[in-house]
Every structure is written in C-alpha cells, then in structure tokens.
C-alpha cells in the first residue's frame, strides 16, 4: 500500500492532519518500502539482517503453510537456521559502541527515588542474574514466572532468561495470588521472581504475600528469588528456607560473566498470557528471531527513535506492550528508555507530566484510558509542567476516540506532536497498524495503515474484502515474523481461535471498517472479549469465577461501555434459592472477583435477576444484555425463550 496515496479529498473524518514541518530522525529507504509492496519476506529478511546482530544468520527466510482442509495446523518458521541471543541484540552489542555508558533505564520510583542503569550497568547485572538462574538449576526451555513491580529488576530479570535460553512468563503485578497461580501451573515453572512489594498510590502492593498464597499449589516451584523493594525491614518478610532467597544475597554470590546461550530463531523466547473466550487464559508463544525484528523494526518506524531520544512507554512490562516496548524494542535500538513505578495521580495529578518534564521525554506512548481520564482531570495539571521536550505522542490499547486523540495532540503535543495510533494485539507481538511519523496522513480516530511488511484487509462473513465503508473482521492476510506461534499446551486452540475462521487469514477478532482512502477504523472486537481500560478481559473468564461463589447460580457478564475506561464489566446474576440475598452481596460479589483476578476485573455493576435471558437453544443472549446495560432500544427479541424474562430485566435496570 503506498501511504503517501491518501487524499485530502473523500474521507470519513473531517480532520486530517498533515505534519509537513515536522522532520524524522530516522530514515525509511524508499527502495526497502518499494520491496514490501513486492516481496514481504524479502523486505523482512533485509530487516532481520540489517537491525539484528546473528551468530549465524538465518538460511531459510520463511515456511509457511497455511492451514489447509489436508493439513493439520499451519505452520510459519522464520529465518530458519539463524542463531542469535536476544540478549547479546539488546545489550552486549551496545557495549562495543559510545553506548557503553549511555543510559538505558532512567527508572523513578513512586516515592521519587531514582536509578539510572547505562548499558554497561545492564550488561553487567543481566550476566550476574543469568549466573544466579543457572545456578537454581535453570536450563535452556526452562520456564521461569516474573511477578514483580515496575522496577529495573524486571528487565533485568527478563533478559537474563533470553540470555541462558530461558522461557520467561511475566505475570502482571496487579493479578491476584489466584491468576498467579493459574499461570505458574499452565508454565510449569520452576523458579519465581517477585519481590516484598511494590508501591502503589503510597502504599505497598503485597507481591511476596501473594505469591506466597499461590505457591501453596504450584508444585513445579523449586526456587523464588526476591527482590528487596518494599519499605519493610528485610527481616520482616517470611521467607520460607530451602524455597526462597534473596535478590541482591544471590547477586553478590555469582561469578560476574556468563556466556549467552546460542538460540536458534524459533525457540521460544516468552510465553504472555492473554484472555480469550474461554474461562482459561491463552499463553501465547513468541519466539527469538522473529519476535525480535519485528519489535526491533517497528519501535524504530513508529517512534522514529534516535539516540537523543528519552522514550517513555507507561505500559507496565506484565503486558505485551511493556515486553515489546518498554524491554525488546527500544533496548535493540539502542534508545534510552524511561520506567515510572507508580501511579499517575501520586502524590498528585500532575505526576506523569512532572516526569515528562524533569527528564526531558521526546516521545511519550501510553493508552487512551489514560489519556481520557487526565482529560477529566482537566488542563491544570497539564500547565503546570513544561512539555516542550516532547516530539511524539503514541496511543494503544483500544480505539482512540477522536476527543481524545484531538485533546492529546492539543494539550500534550502542543500541535507540533504527530500522534501515533497503534493498533496490535498480545498476538501480533509488535505493532502491525500506525502511521509512519511525518509520512503518513493522520485522521484522528484511524490507526491508518498497515506497517511495510504487513497486510491486512477487512472481510465479510465468507472472508469476502469488504467495499469501502463497509464494517467487516479484520484479518491480516501474511504471515509476519513476530506472530505468535502457538498457545502454550494447547495447540489445537491457537488453530481454532485464530486460523480455522478465515482459510489462510489470521483472525484478529476486532472489528474494522476501510474508508474510501484506504484508512483503517478500528471498531473493538467481535467476540466475548472486553477491554477494561486497555486491558483484555473475557466476559467467560468473569462468569467462571462469579459462579464459583455460593450465592451464584448463574451470571452473565457484558462490558458496558464506559466514558474512562472504554468498557467495564457488568455482571447479571441469578442467585441460589437457598441464598437470600442481602444488601451488600453487590459489593460481595465484585470484591470476589478482584480477590480472584485482581482488581483491573471488578465488576461497575451487579444486578440480581430471576433469570437471563436465553435463546430457545439456551444461550445467554448477551447482546441484550449490553443494550439494556446501555440503555439502548431493544433489538429483536422473537428469539427469545421466555420473553417476559427481558421485560423484568428493563425494569429492574430502569429502576435502579
Ligand atoms: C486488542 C489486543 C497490543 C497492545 C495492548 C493490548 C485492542 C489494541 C488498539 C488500537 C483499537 C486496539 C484490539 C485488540 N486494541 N490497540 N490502537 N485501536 N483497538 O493488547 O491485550 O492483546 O489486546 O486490543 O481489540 O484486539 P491485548
């Protein structure tokens, strides 16, 4: 697709934004966008070859085999007989340049403590840890879980396991000791990395607490290793002897160089655990080669890094953004990467842009929800700060609405800012839809193109392209290097989820609409998925979980779409007969639901109900739900087993 194609005539917003003024600092040869429109794994195998540094590089640039009615999954192998280490790509090779000293993490603490680790810094701490995961028994394969703050251990901890060859799962620090668990058993995990505490809106999140309460069944744990972060006095934390140890006692024991693992390009690099339609969740499988190029390639075309950059990417590393770019992507370039540990309004509101400010950040990239709510914290907070450092803004997570999109480029970027909207999921690994800064056109609200490299389309029902205007499935019709390769323990899911919809064509499960000049709209997803402020949360995981307290007989959860966080969960439930339901059961329910999974699923809302209503085939109608939780004129209900059901429905939603 050419970028430069759009007009300035026929489109569907009334805004677009032309940045002429506005220059990269990296550049794109024409002639290598000119290879993506005609060969995509030639482009991809230039890119690999350019930006990565090889042990040996790959002979084969990619296998692929769709999946087929004669095969029984798909298969895509990239850069096949490569070897390489993430780790060697994302440090060693910086400390052989002027980057030895340069800074690589400049990390503050809520309370205001600060850290500033250089490359060599990061060199030296990754080898000792690598050293102190070997010695626990830790071996190429193996997994290891991360459930720590957002400290510079957490990087270190990530690439120390790319550098032995270890599969690390990162587990998001605000997940409850359950979730935890869930994950270490699915992983297998033998070792678990987490600390005293992290802070949090000026208290102390309980990791080891947590961990401590999941470790009580996962039988695959031999070792935790613990960070010292929390304000308590050491020995205050229970350890339990034989099992767990501590961070910086291991660091002081250890040989100080430790010699990478030779990787080969698809052996693992991580698993991240993702919701899907199921109670279950879904660990998807990157690997080191391709995941690498393209985070390493996309962090460079979206954000235009450069060395004289301060990047700063809010996401928390427990989610993919945080791995791609917040850890692989901006450490393989080489840039200077900005960590915040706590929350945006302490000790007040104007907290993120006194970071933006004292630390000079050129190009910030956080998430709508985020945008919108320091919107409805209004500009004050904003004036306080100077922002003139700043000279890209990103969004991901969810569509950005173009209030706010119009609201960040004004108040954030002081117009000057081209803001990148970046459409990508856990799955894709990197980002596959954005405008490429100072080249393509932006429309506020449209995540625009697909990146040189990707191709992506949006079809009908029959997997048929959609005319212009037309709202259909987005696929993306190419395999791409950094595509998840299969769902840990479960590879027959990974086929059914994503390849079995579409023959030939990933399915994205978001919905999307091409307008006359080709932009991409996205439109959220199509299945029971909801995105809670950025985050995926699936309406079966919510429902396993509220059924499981006594009171619950039944619960239907819909994502009610919200003015801050996009979507937030409400829950219809039908309750025992033996349980009678008492005032306070509402707020019961929603606790239980953060004790479970933590405190991003709790519930906006629970409503009690005789029954939900049912299809005569017995399926909740869900869509029902949401117009009635929405307030919205009722769609066709003939379907409908028992009618009468909805009416009480409305009237209770009416009544309170
Ligand atoms: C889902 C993926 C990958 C980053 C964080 C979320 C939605 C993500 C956008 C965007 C519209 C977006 C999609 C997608 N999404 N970015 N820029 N515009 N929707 O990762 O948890 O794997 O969720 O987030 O629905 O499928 P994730």
Known sequence: MNHEAASALDFSSDVVIELDQWHRRTTIPEELLALAERDIPQFWDRIARDMLEWIVPPQQTLRWEPLTAESVAPVARWFDGGILNVAVNCVDRHIRTWRRNKAAIIWEGEPGDVRV????????????????????????????????????????????????????????????????????????????????????????????????????????????????????????????????????????????????????????????????????????????????????????????????????????????????????????????????????????????????????????????????????????????????????????????????????????????????????????????????????????????????????????????????????????????????????GDPERYIQTYWSRFPGMYATGDAAVCDGDGFFWLLGRTDDVLNVAGHRLSTMELESVLVEHPAVAEAAVIGRTDAVKGQVPVAFVTVRESFPIHTGLADELKDYVVERIGALARPAEVHFTAELPKTRSGKIMRRLLRDIAEGRVLGDTTTLADPSVVQHLVQLYREE
């Open 117 to 488: 680790l250089t490359y060599y810094d990061l060199y030296r701490q990754i080898q000792r840890f690598a050293n102190v995961l070997l010695s626990l028994g830790v071996r190429k394969g193996d997994r290891v879980t991360i459930y720590l703050p957002m400290i510079p251990e957490a990087v270190i901890a990530m690439l120390a396991c790319a550098r032995i060859g270890a599969i690390h799962s990162v587990v998001f620090g605000g997940f409850s000791a359950e979730a935890l668990r869930e994950r270490i058993n699915d992983s297998q995990s033998s070792v678990l990395i987490t600390a005293d505490g992290g802070w949090r809106r000026g208290s102390i999140v309980p990791l080891k607490r947590n961990a401590d309460q999941a470790l009580e069944q996962c039988p695959s744990i031999r070792h935790v290793v613990v960070v010292h972060r929390g304000v308590e006095d050491a020995t205050h934390v229970p350890m339990q002897s034989g099992r767990d140890q501590w961070w910086h006692r291991l660091m002081e024991e250890v040989p100080p160089s430790c010699p990478p693992e030779a990787m080969e390009s698809e052996d693992p690099l991580f698993i991240l655990y993702t919701s899907g339609t199921t109670g279950k969740p879904k660990g998807q499988l990157h690997t080191t080669a391709g995941y690498l190029t393209g985070v390493t390639a996309t962090t460079r075309w979206v954000f235009d890094i450069a060395d004289e950059d301060v990047y700063w990417c809010t996401a928390d590393i427990g989610w993919i953004t945080g791995h791609s770019y917040v850890v692989y992507g901006p450490l393989a370039n080489g840039a200077t990467v900005l960590m915040y540990e706590g929350a945006p309004d302490y000790p007040d509101r104007d907290r993120w842009w006194a970071l933006v400010e004292k630390y000079g950040v050129t190009i910030l990239y956080t998430a709508p929800t985020a945008i919108r709510t320091m919107m409805r914290w209004g500009e004050e907070y904003v004036q306080r700060h100077n922002l003139e450092s700043l000279r890209l803004l990103g969004s991901v997570g969810e569509p950005i609405n173009p209030e706010a999109w119009l609201w960040y480029w004004e108040n954030i970027g002081g117009k000057r800012c081209p803001v990148v909207d970046t459409w990508w999921q856990t799955e894709t690994g990197c980002i596959v839809i954005a405008p490429l800064a100072g080249r393509t056109p932006l429309k506020p609200g449209s995540a625009t193109f697909p990146l040189p490299g990707f191709a992506a389309a949006v079809v009908d029902e029959r997997g048929t392209p959609c005319p212009a205007g037309v709202r259909g499935y987005l696929v993306l019709t190419a395999p791409w290097p950094s595509m998840s390769r299969t769902i840990w």
